[in-house]
């Protein structure tokens, strides 16, 4: 393989491995990338590992410990261009529900020795550290998706990603709108497109799984949500921390519903 190649490096931090996994998820276009890029560093796929710098670098994973918090560091110097990819990397994940609690209570209840265990109080996402250049939202992300932005990096391009809504998506797959023909609480009018409307194709609300979109909303949805449908301020609550409960505009809507 020519030594010209660009190289392309893959990290995980604190994650489920889902997101990274859609590299190899990409199956029919997997070879053709193959011939394009050299892989330099990616030990769910290579045992191979060739040294920085590297050309691009996509990060699965929040920050959670502090080790964590220095290898982010490392990673970024040795990436000319970074992406954090996933919800996780992107917002903090699912384990970003910690920040609303007690993370020492939380590890005293799980752990019999929780001294053992280095843990920072906020899971947070690769940006709020390092400079990253471009967040692919999702979880997982859509391998539809990183196949756009790996193809617009090789050719020198800037990457073109949806900032609208899912109820577009919605309205280009035909669905019954579950929020006001359902009655469903859905997310969709202020999660970010690319999934598809993958859970409204299948009659269920939407998690917010992609995060916010670029003009979200939250307040105004939420007062649907009570007037509408009836729910309580817990309800909302739970309805906001879900996947990525620690987006700005997820995360400041629901602390407004707290008691």
């Not at 209840?109 to 967040?135: G, N, R």
């Not at 999660?191 to 609300?205: I, W």
Request: charged share 20%.
């Amino acid at each position: 393989m020519p030594s010209s190649l660009p190289k392309l490096a893959v990290f995980k931090f604190t994650s489920c491995d889902g997101c990274q996994l859609s590299l190899l998820d990409l199956e029919d276009e997997l070879l053709a990338i193959a011939g394009r890029i050299r892989l330099a560093y990616f030990p769910e796929a290579t045992r191979s590992v060739l040294k920085g710098p590297y050309d691009v670098a996509l990060v699965e994973g929040s920050v959670s410990t502090p080790e964590e918090l220095e290898r982010v560091q490392q990673v970024r110097r040795s990436a000319r261009f970074l992406v954090a990819i996933g919800a996780c990397a992107t917002s903090g994940g699912i384990q970003a529900l910690r920040n609303f609690a007690d993370v020492d209570e939380f590890k005293a209840v799980v752990y019999a020795k929780p001294h053992y265990l280095e843990a920072l109080a906020e899971s947070t996402p690769i940006a709020q550290h390092v400079k990253v250049d471009l967040e692919l939202q999702g979880c997982p992300i859509s391998k539809t998706q990183l196949l756009t932005v790996l193809t617009a990096l090789l050719q020198g391009r800037e990457p073109r990603l949806p900032s609208y809504s899912v109820c577009l998506e919605c309205k280009r797959r035909g669905n019954i709108c579950v929020l006001t023909g359902r009655g469903l609480p859905c997310l969709g009018p202020l999660t970010r497109a690319g999934c598809g409307a993958l859970c409204p194709g299948y009659h269920r609300p939407c998690y917010g799984c992609f995060g916010p979109q670029e003009t979200p909303n939250p307040a105004s949805l939420s007062r649907w949500f009570k007037e509408r449908l009836g729910l309580t301020e817990d309800d909302l609550v739970r309805a906001l921390r879900q996947f990525t409960a620690n987006a700005p505009a997820f995360r400041q809507e629901s602390v407004t519903h707290e008691h």
